[in-house]
């Protein structure tokens, strides 16, 4: 959607298990950000990015951690520390002070 | 004072109607206010935007109004349909710079026929 593409789109997990999620952007966007959506809980930031090789923590970081190698790609991996990781996950880049929205992913843990 | 305030949780109108949806804002530095649009299972969209120096904004059917005094933005949907039932969130942050918006909870439309 947009230039950025999040997956998988679903994703099932067991208990104690790390899970990836995939953000790739076309963009030229320099600044990424994730967020964690819940019923009822709006948007929060977990980490975000404004340049390569460096991130900062958002609001619930605790049991994310995120890397940015590369301009085009920012992975949220979902540790095992998370301990309600079922959740949908957006993925976003911020370009003239708009920010665009990946499809999502949708973290289910069995 | 980071935190931007949003109501009502939930929303129910007739097609037709002209839903209201509030929010509030607490840090003075904030000075771009978005509106953003989600469908079920997507990716919320920027829908519209407004910046301080007005206090209203048109764009086709949806009208943001700003109170600067008051610290407070609201959403109009003028004449409502069923396809506007979606998620909508209100945001704010400074325009300049990279910090990140910082998002209401959410309102959640539903447009009944």
């Known amino acids: 959607d947009g230039g950025i593409t999040q997956s998988p789109k679903y994703l099932f997990r067991k208990e104690g298990q790390n899970v990836t999620l995939s953000c790739e952007q076309n963009l030229n966007h320099d600044a990424m950000y994730w967020y964690r959506q819940d019923p009822g809980q709006g948007l929060r930031l977990i980490y975000y990015s404004q340049i390569v090789n460096d991130f900062q923590k958002g609001d619930i970081a605790e049991g994310y951690s995120v890397s940015r190698e590369k301009k085009e790609s920012f992975p949220l991996t979902v540790t095992s520390a998370q301990k309600n990781p079922t959740a949908f996950y957006l993925c976003a880049t911020a370009g003239a002070n708009v920010l665009t929205f990946g499809a999502g992913s949708r973290l289910t843990v069995l | ?113």
């Open chain 2, 1 to 113: 004072q980071q935190q931007v305030k949003q109501s009502p949780q939930s929303l129910i109108v007739q097609k037709g109607g002209i839903p209201i949806i509030n929010c509030a804002y607490e840090n003075t530095a904030f000075d771009y206010f978005p509106w953003y649009q989600q469908f079920p299972g997507k990716g919320p969209a920027l829908l519209i935007a407004i910046r301080p120096d007005v206090s209203e904004k048109k764009e086709g059917r949806f009208t943001i109004s700003f109170n600067k005094s008051a610290k407070q933005f609201s959403l109009h949907i003028m004449d409502s349909q069923p396809g506007d039932s979606a998620t909508y969130f209100c945001a704010a942050n400074p325009f300049s710079g990279n910090t990140p918006l910082v998002f209401g909870k959410g309102t959640r439309l539903s447009v009944i026929a």
